[in-house]
């Protein structure tokens, strides 16, 4: 199974969506904060989450879930907005702010590992510009976005499920 985390009316064929709209694009309609999923454990082969993360009011609880949940290198895709870009503290419900090391947490070389006994690897991390930091050369466009908003405005993680 491959799953459309906090789908909205965002349909992504060949997907299960998951989200607590009731919407005709809703395939389970879940409160994300309410653990367990109406998931099988071991179950998912891909996770898709755009924009959705941050809502979360547990994120470690969160992870947790997407790990009981997926298989043993399970492709889980996460984009969740940049903490020094404007949008990520426009809307009220956000509840977490991200920058490229935040998902360290969840991998057996964190230090700080012991938050979580989910573990992922991280196979990529993008950071996605906005219009000005387009302009910005990308070998320093990372570290001006860090200094200055409006340069970065959202990250994609893609992490595997690590069992």
Same mark, same amino acid.
């Given at each position: ?5 906090? =789908? ?22 879940? +409160?994300? +904060?309410?653990?367990?999923? !109406? ?41 969740? !907005? ?5 949008? =990520?503290?426009? +809307? !009220? ?9 935040? *998902? ?26 906005? *219009?000005?930091?387009?302009?910005? !050369? ?7 976005? *860090? ?17």
């Amino acid at each position: 199974m491959k799953l459309n985390i906090g =789908a909205g009316k965002n349909k992504i064929t060949g997907f299960v969506s998951i989200d607590k709209a009731d919407l005709k694009e809703t395939d389970i309609r879940h +409160d994300l +904060d309410k653990y367990p999923y !109406p998931i099988t454990s071991n179950s998912v082969t891909e996770i898709y989450a755009e924009n959705i993360v941050e809502h979360i009011e547990n994120l470690p609880k969160f992870m947790e879930e997407i790990h009981r949940i997926t298989k043993n290198q399970a492709k889980i895709i996460i984009i969740v !907005p940049y903490y020094n870009y404007h949008g =990520a503290y426009r +809307d !009220p419900t956000h509840k977490h702010f991200f920058t490229a090391d935040s *998902m360290e947490y969840y991998t057996e070389q964190s230090r700080l590992k012991y938050y979580s006994k989910a573990r992922f690897k991280i196979k990529k991390i993008k950071l996605i510009p906005t *219009m000005l930091g387009k302009i910005i !050369p990308s070998p320093i466009r990372n570290y001006i976005g *860090m200094i200055i908003g409006e340069i970065i405005k959202e990250i994609q993680f893609e992490l595997e499920t690590e069992k």
